[in-house]
Nanobody, 126 residues
């Protein structure tokens, strides 16, 4: 069982930056989990933002996030981060942290992730 708690969301003007954090409470080693960030805007499906391998050496970004976002993890702190820059109003959404234990590889498919956080709201004003 894993409990994921996100933080760092908020209201920011277009062009601004935010750093999201997700802390995992788990009895298993945090390094067993592939971690990812997803987002969901009102009326839209949940979509993949970025993912990171257990070691942090492999990362994967959705096309819209490339060049504007950086995912990282600190395994000593059981924490994964998402640094978002040059934010746009269309980035407004609830951002969710997700953990995958079963597959062990990076995937953008929400159904492949076993555990989810409660989400943190990101609002970008124009």
């Amino acid at each position: 069982q894993v409990q994921l708690v996100e933080s760092g969301g908020g209201l920011v003007q277009a062009g601004g930056s935010l750093r999201l954090s997700c802390v995992a409470a788990t009895e298993r080693a945090f390094t067993r989990y592939v971690m990812a960030w997803f987002r969901q805007a009102p009326g839209k499906e949940r979509e993949f933002v970025s993912g990171i391998s257990w070691s942090g050496t492999s990362t994967y970004y959705a096309d819209y996030a490339k060049g504007r976002s950086t995912i990282s993890r600190d395994n000593a702190k059981n924490t994964v981060y998402l640094q978002m820059n040059s934010l746009k109003p269309e980035d407004t959404a609830v951002y969710y942290c997700a953990a995958d234990l079963r597959n062990g590889f990076l995937t953008p498919t929400p159904g492949e992730y076993d555990y989810w956080g409660q989400g943190t709201q990101v609002t970008v004003s124009s």
